[in-house]
C-alpha cells in the first residue's frame, strides 16, 4: 500500500541543496503591518504513507526544497494531491493531522510541511489505490510522520487535518540556482501562511523586477543581476501580506548558495 506511486525525484537539486552554505550577512527589511495568519477549522481527508522510516524517497520533492534535513524541513513532511497543491502554490504550508475513525489511529496530532506532490495514478479508480487523484484531498505523508498518527500497516487512514501557521526559527532562505542572466531562486523557511503567490527582485541597479513562478517554491527572473546586491520582495498566496527583504544577498552572489533574510511571515 505504501509505496504505490513514485514521486518527483530530482537528486539534482538535491546535490545542490546539500552544498550550499548560508551566508546571513546585512540582510535588512520591512514588512507590511502584518496579518498573522490563523489555523482553518478542521476538515476531513485520508492520509498514506511513502518512503521508509529513514524518509529518504521524500528528498529531493516537487517544491524544489532538496535535501529536506539541509533545508530544515526534517521528516515531519506530506506529499499533496494535486486538489491541495494548487501547481506548487501550497509548497510549504503547515498542516496539523490527526488520524479519526480507526481502530489503528493514535492520539498524537503530528505537523507536516507541504514539501512534495502526490500526482493522480490514472490507472487507479480514487477509491482504490487512486488516493492522490482529484477530487481527492489526501495526504501523503513521509512514514516517520504518519507513524506518529497511527499504526503503519493499516496503510491508508482516514484523518482529519487543518491549516496551522508555520512556526519558523529565523527569516526567509533563498537557494540561488541558474545563471548571471536567470536567477532561479527556491523560497524555503517561510513562516505564517508558508506560501509565496508572486516574488519581485531588485538589485542595486534595476527596478523591483518581477518574477515567474517555475515549479513548486521557485520563482526566476530572466534579467542581468550578476554583480548585485539582491533584494526580494514576497507576497504570501494565503493571507497576500506584502513583504521585503533588503540586500539578502551580497554583490557578489553566486549560484548554488542559499541566502537568508532578518524578515518572515507571521
Ligand atoms: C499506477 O498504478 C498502477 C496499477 O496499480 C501501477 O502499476 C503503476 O506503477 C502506478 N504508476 C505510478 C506512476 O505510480
Redo the contacts with the bound molecule.
Sequence with gaps: MAS???RWSLTFFFVFATLAPIDQANAGGYSTPSVAFKATPWKLAHATFYGDETARETMGGACGYGNLFNSGYGTDTAALSSVLYSNGYSCGQCYQIKCTQSKDCYSTIVTVTATNLC?P?W??NTDH?GWCNPPRTHFDMAKPAFMKIAQWKAGIVPVSYRRVPCVIKGGIKFSFQGNGYWLLVYVMNVGGGGDVASMWVKGTKTNWLSMSHNWGASYQAFATLSGQALSFKLTSYTSHETIIATNVAPSNWHVGMTYQANVNFH
Design positions: 504505490f506511486h513514485h500526482p495514478n490507472s487507479q489505490g
